[in-house]
DNA sequence: TATAAATCGGACTAATTTAGTCCGCGTTTA
DNA sequence: TAAACGCGGACTAAATTAGTCCGATTTATA
């Protein structure tokens, strides 16, 4: 459990490899895909993601591709996760308020807590802890 | 991300409750579905794997059902999930070392020190701070 | 200026995981 | 001995994740 999706392992590994290449360099999704043996469709996606997000900025046309935009020390995990897959809740009443036996569950306050030290937890540990 | 599954929640629902009882009370699951709205077959499951892992105790024949077997504050969350579902791991590599990608993985170290320090965030919860 | 190389994003299918159900069995109470 | 309970395997259904396809747009360059 606890997985994070391969869609953002494969964002990880190309953000690495860009971090890898001199500064302002363009990488394209298929020289990514082909070096790091991963779907290249699927990692398209990933990098389409990404720069919607402003972590990494679109070069189009022939040639083109991605470069990196940001700082990686100043982006958190926990943004960049939810940013990628979505909210981080161990349950989903973390997110949504529409649960059907809100009524008589017991469990949802201590879990919040919980899943707001879990939050924090990964707000303290930077994209550059990965990618450096 | 990052959720527990509904039978862990159902889980801990029953135990939360079942903690509420006096102590060495005995519940049984029909019970306990009923009382919270929960489906019944899959709480069994959920109480069958608890009794199996000696959490609860189960109390066999009419009037049967389970109770409490165990000091929850001594119970971490890290072993608590990992017994209900499996190992905490943020990549397969983790757990598993044939991963068809090894080779050209340059993520897998920092993830898995990631991982490392995300289990013994869990293992300092107890499962009493969600029961009690 | 035509062509090739690249991203964009929506729609789709396939695979895997999770959720939930069913049923025949053994045990115990009354 | 019948009813109430847990046991566990097999099964189906639903949801999520993984992966693919394609037509459109942008830009470099021959």
Redesign the interface.
């Given at each position: 459990?606890?997985?994070?999706?391969k869609k953002t392992?494969y964002a990880?590994?190309a953000l690495?490899?860009m971090q890898s290449l001199e500064s302002g360099s363009v990488a394209n999704t298929t020289e990514l895909s082909e070096?790091?043996?991963?779907p290249r469709e699927l990692l398209a996606k990933a990098m389409q993601q990404m720069a919607r997000s402003g972590f990494i900025q679109t070069v189009s046309g022939a040639k083109g591709g991605y470069k990196i935009n940001s700082d990686f020390t100043q982006i958190s995990?926990d943004s960049f996760?939810e940013i990628m897959?979505?909210?981080?809740?161990?349950?989903?009443c973390t997110e949504e308020h529409d649960c059907?036996?809100q009524?008589?569950?017991?469990?949802s306050k201590?879990?919040n807590?919980?899943n707001a030290?879990?939050k924090l937890?990964f707000s303290n540990?930077s994209l550059a802890?990965?990618?450096s």
């Amino acid at each position: 459990m606890m997985k994070i999706t391969k869609k953002t392992e494969y964002a990880l590994i190309a953000l690495k490899y860009m971090q890898s290449l001199e500064s302002g360099s363009v990488a394209n999704t298929t020289e990514l895909s082909e070096r790091h043996s991963i779907p290249r469709e699927l990692l398209a996606k990933a990098m389409q993601q990404m720069a919607r997000s402003g972590f990494i900025q679109t070069v189009s046309g022939a040639k083109g591709g991605y470069k990196i935009n940001s700082d990686f020390t100043q982006i958190s995990m926990d943004s960049f996760l939810e940013i990628m897959e979505g909210p981080l809740s161990l349950v989903i009443c973390t997110e949504e308020h529409d649960c059907p036996i809100q009524e008589s569950c017991n469990i949802s306050k201590p879990l919040n807590t919980i899943n707001a030290k879990m939050k924090l937890f990964f707000s303290n540990i930077s994209l550059a802890e990965i990618t450096s």
